[in-house]
Nanobody
Framework: QVQLVESGGGLVQAGGSLRLSCAASGRTFSSYAMGWFRQAPGKEREFVAGINRAGRNTYYTDSVKGRFTISRDNVKNTVYLQMNSLKPEDTAVYYC????????????????WGQGTQVTVSS
């Protein structure tokens, strides 16, 4: 089990940027692949970005490619999501999650979740 705490959400105008952080407790952070998901009101939780244990491989959903960047610091036990050129459709609660096995794009493939941080993009 790993405890995850997200931060960095807020209100931003379209075209702006935000950087989300997710701090993990425990000494095994580098053993987990990490992902960012988001959930808008009335919609299912969707995969946004993922990163493997070493941070060498990253994956993105098509709608954020070229705008979002996921990264991790295994010394600081933190995963980041840099979000640029934000659009109103990016508005959602953003969650980070840890996968004990593998790296997937489905929520059920992740074992530990943070409480979420709200991102609101105004037009």
């Amino acid at each position: 089990q790993v405890q995850l705490v997200e931060s960095g959400g807020g209100l931003v105008q379209a075209g702006g940027s935000l950087r989300l952080s997710c701090a993990a407790s425990g000494r095994t952070f580098s053993s987990y692949a990490m992902g960012w998901f988001r959930q808008a009101p009335g919609k299912e939780r969707e995969f946004v970005a993922g990163i493997n244990r070493a941070g060498r491989n990253t994956y993105y959903t098509d709608s954020v490619k070229g705008r979002f960047t996921i990264s991790r610091d295994n010394v600081k036990n933190t995963v980041y999501l840099q979000m640029n050129s934000l659009k109103p459709e990016d508005t959602a609660v953003y969650y980070c999650a840890a996968a004990h096995y593998g790296l997937g794009q489905r929520p059920q493939e992740y074992d530990d979740w943070g409480q979420g941080t709200q991102v609101t993009v105004s037009s």
